[in-house]
C-alpha cells in the first residue's frame, strides 16, 4: 500500500514537472505582446507587439499633438505652429513601460491571462516636450494685440465743438490662465486646440455719467469769434455774442470758474494805471458804473458782465472781461450756477 502511495506521489510531481516546464517553455518561446487594456496616452495598444504599438501612437497622438493652437478672442487670432512649437513626445519610453507590464507576475500568471482573455487596467501617461520660448512669444503677441488701457470719460474740444471723449473700459490678457491652456494643449491629446485669449477688464476711474454730471452747465468764450456759448447736458443751447480785451489787456485763456454772481454789483476797480483815478476804488450800482445788471466772476478780476456799449460788441475793447449785451446777460445769469466750469479759447 505504501508502495503504491509512492508511486502516486511520483507520478503527479512527474506530471507537474513536464506542464510547469511546458508553460515555461510556451512563455519563453512566446513573442510579449502587450496585455489588451493598456492604453499609451489615450492610445489602446493592447495585444500589440512593442513596434506595433510604437507605431500607433506615432500616429494617433502625435497627429493630435502636432496641430496649431489657436488662441482667438472675438474677430482676433493668434497661432503657434507645432513647428514653432517643437512638440515631442517620448514614445519609446512610454512603449517601454507598456512592455514592463506585458513582464509583470511569472510565467503561469501570464499564461493563465492569456487563456482566459483577462485584461490589465493600466493606462500609460507620455512625457511631452514643447519650447516655451515659442509659447511666450506667442503670449507676446496675443497682449500686443489686446492689451488696452483704461480711458477715463473727459470733455474736450474738437474744430471749435466742446465733446465729450468717452470712458473706455481696459483689457489685460489672463496670461497665466491662457498659457496654462497653451500647455494643456500642446502635451494633452484630448485638449482643445482652440483656447480663448480671457481678459481682465479695467474700468476706467472717470464714467461717462460721472462727466455728464460735472459738466451739466458749461460756457465757452471764444476770442477769435466773439461768441460765449452755453451748454447744458454737454448740448449746445443758446450763443451770445461778446466784447473780449484789447491789445495789452488781453482776455486771458484757460480753463476756469464761475466763482461768484452779482445782480446790479458795485465794480471793485483794479489798482492799475488804466484806471487813473478811479484805481483802487469802489462804484456803486448807477449810470458812472460800467459793470451793467450782472457779473460773473472768473479770475483775477475778469468775469462776465453787461455793458451801455452795445457797439462794442464783436471786438476787442475791455480790459480783460468779458462783455455782453445787457439784455443777453441778464437772459444768461440764473442759467449758470457758481461753479460751472468756462473754457476761454
Not at 74 to 101: F, H
Not at 257 to 265: C, G, M, S, V, Y
Not at 315 to 336: E, F, K
Request: charged share 25%; proline share 5%.
Amino acid at each position: 500500500m505504501a508502495q503504491r502511495t509512492v508511486v502516486v506521489l511520483a507520478s503527479v510531481v512527474l506530471v507537474l514537472l513536464v506542464v510547469s516546464g511546458g508553460v515555461l517553455v510556451a512563455d519563453a518561446s512566446t513573442a510579449k505582446k502587450i496585455p489588451d487594456g493598456v492604453t499609451v496616452g489615450g492610445v489602446d495598444v493592447g495585444g500589440l507587439t512593442s513596434d506595433d504599438a510604437r507605431e500607433k501612437v506615432r500616429t494617433e497622438l502625435l497627429g493630435k499633438l502636432r496641430k496649431p493652437v489657436r488662441i482667438v478672442h472675438s474677430d482676433k487670432a493668434w497661432t503657434l505652429t507645432p513647428q514653432t512649437a517643437k512638440v515631442d513626445v517620448d514614445i519609446d519610453g512610454a512603449i517601454a513601460e507598456a512592455q514592463r507590464v506585458a513582464e509583470d507576475g511569472n510565467a503561469f500568471s501570464r499564461m493563465l491571462r492569456k487563456v482566459t482573455g483577462g485584461e490589465v487596467d493600466r493606462e500609460i501617461a507620455t512625457t511631452s516636450s514643447y519650447s516655451r520660448t515659442a509659447i511666450t512669444a506667442l503670449l507676446n503677441r496675443v497682449e500686443r494685440g489686446l492689451h488696452r488701457d483704461p480711458q477715463d470719460a473727459s470733455v474736450e474740444f474738437t474744430d471749435g465743438k466742446l465733446r465729450v471723449k468717452r470712458a473706455r473700459v481696459g483689457l489685460r490678457l489672463q496670461r497665466e490662465r491662457v498659457a496654462d491652456l497653451v500647455r494643456k494643449a500642446l502635451k494633452d491629446p484630448s485638449a482643445p486646440h482652440q483656447v480663448s485669449a480671457y481678459t481682465h477688464k479695467q474700468q476706467p476711474k472717470v464714467t461717462n455719467g460721472e462727466v455728464r454730471k460735472k459738466y451739466g452747465t458749461v460756457l465757452v468764450a471764444s476770442r477769435s469769434t466773439f461768441q460765449l456759448k452755453l451748454y447744458k447736458n454737454l448740448k449746445l443751447v443758446k450763443t451770445y455774442g461778446i466784447s473780449v480785451g484789447k491789445a495789452g489787456h488781453d482776455t486771458p485763456a484757460g480753463q476756469y470758474q464761475i466763482h461768484n454772481k452779482a445782480e446790479n454789483p458795485a465794480w471793485h476797480v483794479p489798482n492799475s494805471a488804466w484806471a487813473g483815478d478811479l484805481a483802487g476804488t469802489v462804484v456803486p450800482p448807477g449810470p458812472s458804473n460800467p459793470i451793467k445788471a450782472r457779473w460773473l466772476g472768473i479770475y483775477d478780476g475778469v468775469g462776465i458782465h453787461g455793458t451801455s456799449d452795445d457797439a462794442s460788441i464783436g471786438t476787442n475793447a475791455s480790459h480783460g472781461c468779458l462783455r455782453m449785451h445787457v439784455p443777453d446777460v441778464i437772459d444768461l445769469y440764473p442759467r449758470v450756477p457758481v461753479g460751472t466750469p468756462i473754457w476761454i479759447l
